[in-house]
C-alpha cells in the first residue's frame, strides 16, 4: 500500500514535498515514480528513481526544479518542489515498479503496478 500525502496550496514561487510511505511490503529493490494529472489532462510522468536512489529521471517541464529522492529505511519515496508554476496545480501520485531491479521504462505508467491514492497540489498565480 503506498500513502501520498504533502500536498496543499501555495503560491507561484514557493515550495512543497510530497511524501508516499509504502507498507506492507518493502520496495527497496524497486524503481519509483511519480506521476501527476492535471485537470483535463492525461496523466504524466513527473519523475522516477532507480533502486538504490543513484539514478533518478525527470520530465524536462520540471527537470532543475522538482527533486526525487528516498529513504529505502523507512520505505518512503519524497518530492523536493521547488520555483512552483500554476501549470504544477495537479493531483500526484507515486508508484512502484511491478519488477525488482529494473529501471528502463520507468518514464512510462505501465511499469508501474502499485498506485497511491494522489495528493493534490494547488499552485496559485
Known amino acids: 500500500q503506498l500513502q501520498a500525502s504533502g500536498g496543499g496550496l501555495v503560491q507561484a514561487g514557493n515550495s512543497l514535498s510530497l511524501s508516499c510511505k509504502a507498507s506492507?511490503?518493502?520496495?527497496?529493490?524497486?524503481?519509483m515514480g511519480w506521476f501527476r494529472r492535471a485537470p483535463g489532462k492525461e496523466r504524466e510522468f513527473v519523475a522516477a528513481i532507480r533502486w538504490r536512489g543513484v539514478s533518478k529521471d525527470y520530465a524536462e517541464d520540471v527537470k532543475g526544479r522538482f527533486t526525487i529522492s528516498r529513504d529505502n529505511a523507512k520505505n518512503t519515496l519524497y518530492l523536493r518542489m521547488d520555483s512552483l508554476k500554476p501549470e504544477d496545480t495537479a493531483v500526484y501520485y507515486c508508484?512502484?515498479?511491478?519488477?525488482?531491479?529494473?529501471?528502463?521504462?520507468?518514464?512510462?505508467?505501465?511499469?508501474?503496478?502499485?498506485w497511491g491514492q494522489g495528493t493534490l497540489v494547488t499552485v496559485s498565480s
Open positions: 506492507g511490503r518493502t520496495f527497496s529493490n524497486y524503481s
Open positions: 508508484a512502484v515498479a511491478s519488477r525488482p531491479y529494473v529501471h528502463s521504462g520507468s518514464r512510462t505508467s505501465s511499469f508501474y503496478d502499485y
